[in-house]
């Protein structure tokens, strides 16, 4: 008998260097996280909190999704961040008639050379913007799947990795829903946390309108980082202590969430919670997480993972099951 047709193993394509960085001290750790948030803020104004979420979330290795009406600073928050890190930095403008090869790149036969050459989409950056994600079909945004997850990118058998640090920020419309389409479950699920900026009060707004009255201060950012204190940041990030007692506190809580939701917290997101709060250690000047980092991360992490009653993945149900886990899940 013949043997049947199997797809060829992927080839991979090793990354230039890909060696582990040598972590920061605590101390340098943290002082890196507040030059950041500092320098967002010279372009970002009334959003410290959100600020600090996007740098945890970059420094526990996730992706955002920040969601809200139109013109509230989204963009521009992900457009700032990414200049306070001397890094790539690439936009996609996620449209109906995007194609998945226009996000991940495509083999192009060179005629001189009689070879194919791999030609590197968008996706192949530092800090990727996916702006306005639920505008294009599932099809394209599935293209994004294995990137977020594995940092590589798998093109006719060949795996591609992307560079590190690699951080996707989506930016998803929440007012015309008759012309978006709903992201996936796995790809929400891949987002490690999921954030609303809302409107300015009126004192933050006056102040946005003194600062873009000439040339608009996102001109005149400077990097206050470069890519490799990233990775030594994570690194640092990664050997903050977390003890048992916080880890069964997480657990307890994704298990909430799946007791009183139609579909909880995977075990991603447990990960994620645990992932974040060792970042929120570092801005705290910790060497070890504490469940006060659990809960002040929990909502942003694990809300929009979770299915209400009314089977509506996060929104205002999801929210209410988390802040309800928070409160009746002790710790012990």
Known sequence: ???????????????????????????????????????????????????????????????????????????????????SIDCSFKRVQFTP???????????????????????????????????????????TQAALLEAMEEEQVTIDGTTHDVPRPFTVIATQNAIEQDRTYELPVAEIDRFMKKLSLGYPNPEDESEVLRRVVGEHPIRRLDPVAS?????????TVSQVTVREPVREYVTRLA??????????????????????AQARAILEGREYVVPDDVKLEAETVLSHRVRGTSGTMGGEEGKAVVQAALDNVPVE
């Open 227 to 235: 890519a490799s204190d990233i990775r030594r940041a994570r690194a």
């Open 255 to 276: 298990n909430y969430t799946r007791d009183h939701g139609q579909l909880g917290v995977s075990p991603r997101g447990s990960i994620a919670v645990l992932r974040v």
């Open 97 to 139: 008639d995007l194609l998945p090869s226009d996000v991940t790149g495509v083999n192009i036969f060179n005629q001189k050379t009689h070879e194919f050459e791999f030609q590197p989409g968008p996706i192949f950056g530092n800090v990727v913007l996916a702006d306005e994600i639920n505008r294009a079909p599932p099809k």
């Open 1 to 83: 008998m013949k043997e049947a047709n199997k797809d060829p193993e992927p080839t991979h394509v090793e990354r230039p260097t890909d060696e582990l960085a040598d972590p920061l001290s605590i101390e340098d750790a943290a002082d890196l996280t507040q030059r950041i948030i500092e320098n967002i803020e010279h372009v970002i104004v009334g959003q410290h909190d959100a600020a600090e979420h996007i740098l945890t979330t970059i420094l526990a290795g996730g992706h955002l999704l920040l969601e809200d009406v139109p013109g509230v600073g989204k963009t521009m928050l992900a457009r700032s961040l990414a200049r």
